[in-house]
């Protein structure tokens, strides 16, 4: 999903990355509760969270503001 959004067209790109980042975000936080559940860690998915919820917020504040 994001090797796709990151082929797109730079105005499509942007929204699409947004998207991909957080929906890995998601599937990669479900991965590291489901480790600290069995009482492992995840290193892997930890990791993987974190730098999806990173990049989510790094795309979330570099949108340009759009007057309402």
Do not use: N
């Amino acid at each position: 999903m994001l090797l796709v959004a990151a082929a797109l067209p730079g105005r499509i790109a942007a929204p699409a990355l947004l998207a991909a980042y957080c929906f890995s975000a998601g599937v990669l936080v479900t991965a590291t509760v489901s480790y600290a559940v069995d009482g492992r860690i995840g290193i892997g998915s930890l990791i993987g969270s974190a730098g999806s919820l990173i990049m989510a917020a790094v795309f979330l504040r570099a949108q340009p503001s759009r007057p309402a």
